[in-house]
């Protein structure tokens, strides 16, 4: 096998690049880096089929960790403190010690390339700027979810539910509160998720006046590796319903802290949400334009990955447009966007603010045969437009099962969620509880 290029960063690699070079073997370095751009930028040159960080020589997140992956490099990390390859584990990162000697370290690096191309991740092969998402699959299907090395299993492995929609306010995130408050009215642990990074506004409807966007410190703590089930909950806002109880993780305050919700911290944030919730409600934004294409730094964050993210993730995805002559057709050429930028998305769609005013005498009859003719698949929910009900809920700062329980909206929700909208909520989850 011919030697294997190899770029290093940080002093403590001196020695260890040395003894390499003198093996005269299977690996040879081509570059030492001064800081971790200068080592991103020569990974993505693709001279290189592997990567020497020492821990010490910058901070190495998630995200800088995805950007080699994608790069088809493999990355090798020199690490001796014992937080340090704890936190490498939580990453999924490959570790060796400083002492060791550059034989082993020359095998260890073979190893990680063997690794990497067993998984078709050469050089060039993929890149996760073209794919907002690729890091959570492959994080995911390595097994990496728990900490390379790991033997621990999620306490559940929950399912992960989004609501998306063109833009024009078509009801997405009434729809996501909703249909997370009657999962919890049933009995299931539920984290809601204001991942839109345009208009979050789950906190303000639920009129939570906690300023420290959730959502950004839990993907802070993912870019780190410090992310687990016990500080996920800890980031989560706990919004107690007389029928139930939410986690919410609350969106950006501000619509330019869009920066702190990246798409790899992201995708860890969802799979860690799985072990700690039967059922994750997340309220996407409406883009889902590839901006990546649009920018000449290749380093720089992906406003739309959240989205994109969160669609490839989700186990259902709810398209909610709305029910009148703009929303429909908007609706209409969202999903067929859909469909080539997440083509594993298979949506459910969701009709929104139905009334005679706007879609004819049988408004229902009237859009489905319109549907028919011009839009994909068919409808899954029709939800009327109870304007009292929705209001009801905005100025009470709740869902719509308190708000307004006995309301043809809130109802139209719950046969959405597949939950009872008739009894009372302590009846619904013994329901639940005796069909398990």
Same mark, same amino acid.
């Given at each position: 096998m011919?030697?294997?290029?190899? +770029?290093?960063?940080?002093s403590?690699?001196?020695?260890?690049?040395?003894?390499?070079e003198r093996?005269?073997?299977?690996?040879t370095v +081509?570059r030492?880096c001064?800081?971790l751009?200068?080592? +991103?930028?020569a990974?993505?040159?693709?001279l290189?089929?592997?990567?020497?960080v020492?821990d010490?020589?910058?901070?190495?997140?998630?995200?800088?960790?995805?950007?080699?992956?994608?790069?088809g490099?493999?990355l090798v990390?020199?690490?001796d403190?014992?937080?340090?390859?704890?936190?490498?584990?939580?990453l999924?990162?490959?570790?060796?010690s400083?002492?060791?000697?550059?034989?082993?370290?020359?095998e260890?690096?073979?190893?990680?390339?063997?690794?990497?191309?067993?998984?078709g991740?050469?050089p060039?092969?993929?890149?996760s700027?073209?794919?907002?998402a690729e890091?959570?699959r492959?994080w995911?299907l390595?097994?990496?979810?728990g900490?390379?090395?790991?033997?621990?299993?999620p306490?559940?492995?929950?399912?992960?539910?989004?609501?998306?929609?063109p833009?024009?306010?078509?009801?997405?995130?009434?729809?996501a509160?909703?249909?997370a408050?009657?999962?919890?009215?049933a009995?299931?642990?539920?984290l809601?998720v204001?991942?839109?990074?345009?208009?979050?506004?789950?906190?303000?409807?639920?009129?939570?006046?906690d300023e420290?966007?959730?959502l950004a410190?839990?993907?802070?703590?993912?870019?780190?590796?410090?992310l687990?089930p016990?500080?996920?909950?800890?980031?989560?806002?706990q919004v107690q319903?007389?029928?139930g109880?939410l986690?919410?993780l609350t969106?950006?305050?501000?619509?330019?802290r869009?920066?702190?919700?990246?798409?790899?911290?992201?995708?860890r944030?969802l799979?860690q949400?799985?072990s700690?919730?039967?059922?994750?409600?997340?309220?996407?934004?409406?883009?889902?334009?590839a901006?990546?294409?649009?920018s000449?730094?290749?380093?720089?964050?992906?406003?739309?990955?959240?989205?994109?993210?969160a669609l490839?993730?989700?186990?259902?995805?709810?398209?909610?447009?709305a029910?009148?002559?703009?929303?429909v057709?908007?609706?209409?050429?969202?999903?067929?966007?859909?469909?080539?930028?997440?083509?594993s998305a298979?949506?459910l769609?969701?009709?929104?603010?139905?009334r005679?005013?706007?879609?004819g005498r049988a408004?229902?009859?009237?859009?489905?045969?319109a549907?028919?003719r011009?839009?994909?698949?068919? +409808?899954?929910?029709?939800l009327?437009?109870?304007?009292?009900?929705?209001?009801?809920?905005l100025?009470a700062?709740s869902?719509?099962?308190?708000?307004?329980?006995?309301?043809?909206?809130?109802?139209?929700i719950?046969?959405?969620a597949?939950?009872?909208?008739?009894?009372?909520?302590?009846?619904r989850?013994?329901?639940a509880?005796?069909?398990k």
């Amino acid at each position: 096998m011919s030697a294997i290029p190899v +770029i290093t960063s940080g002093s403590g690699t001196a020695e260890l690049v040395q003894g390499l070079e003198r093996l005269q073997g299977p690996v040879t370095v +081509i570059r030492r880096c001064s800081e971790l751009s200068e080592l +991103i930028a020569a990974c993505q040159s693709g001279l290189a089929r592997a990567a020497l960080v020492e821990d010490d020589a910058g901070e190495l997140t998630a995200s800088l960790a995805d950007r080699v992956a994608a790069a088809g490099v493999a990355l090798v990390v020199l690490a001796d403190d014992p937080d340090a390859r704890n936190r490498l584990d939580r990453l999924g990162v490959r570790h060796a010690s400083r002492n060791l000697d550059s034989p082993a370290l020359a095998e260890l690096v073979a190893a990680a390339v063997l690794a990497m191309e067993s998984r078709g991740q050469g050089p060039g092969e993929r890149s996760s700027l073209a794919d907002p998402a690729e890091g959570l699959r492959h994080w995911e299907l390595s097994g990496e979810s728990g900490g390379a090395g790991s033997d621990e299993k999620p306490l559940r492995q929950g399912s992960l539910v989004a609501v998306w929609g063109p833009a024009g306010g078509p009801g997405r995130t009434t729809l996501a509160l909703n249909l997370a408050a009657e999962a919890a009215a049933a009995g299931s642990e539920v984290l809601l998720v204001d991942a839109d990074t345009y208009a979050p506004s789950i906190a303000a409807v639920l009129g939570i006046t906690d300023e420290s966007a959730g959502l950004a410190q839990a993907c802070r703590l993912a870019e780190q590796g410090m992310l687990e089930p016990a500080a996920l909950k800890g980031t989560a806002v706990q919004v107690q319903l007389k029928s139930g109880r939410l986690r919410v993780l609350t969106g950006i305050t501000r619509s330019d802290r869009w920066l702190e919700i990246r798409g790899t911290a992201l995708a860890r944030v969802l799979a860690q949400s799985r072990s700690i919730a039967d059922i994750t409600v997340v309220d996407c934004g409406f883009s889902l334009e590839a901006d990546e294409e649009l920018s000449f730094d290749t380093m720089a964050p992906r406003r739309n990955a959240a989205t994109l993210v969160a669609l490839e993730a989700a186990d259902t995805v709810y398209a909610v447009g709305a029910a009148d002559p703009v929303g429909v057709p908007r609706l209409v050429r969202a999903l067929a966007e859909l469909e080539s930028a997440v083509p594993s998305a298979s949506p459910l769609v969701v009709l929104n603010k139905v009334r005679r005013s706007a879609a004819g005498r049988a408004p229902e009859r009237q859009l489905s045969e319109a549907w028919e003719r011009f839009g994909p698949g068919r +409808i899954s929910a029709f939800l009327p437009a109870d304007w009292d009900a929705a209001d009801a809920s905005l100025l009470a700062g709740s869902a719509l099962l308190e708000a307004a329980p006995g309301s043809a909206l809130r109802a139209a929700i719950a046969a959405l969620a597949n939950v009872p909208a008739d009894g009372s909520p302590k009846r619904r989850r013994r329901r639940a509880a005796a069909t398990k």
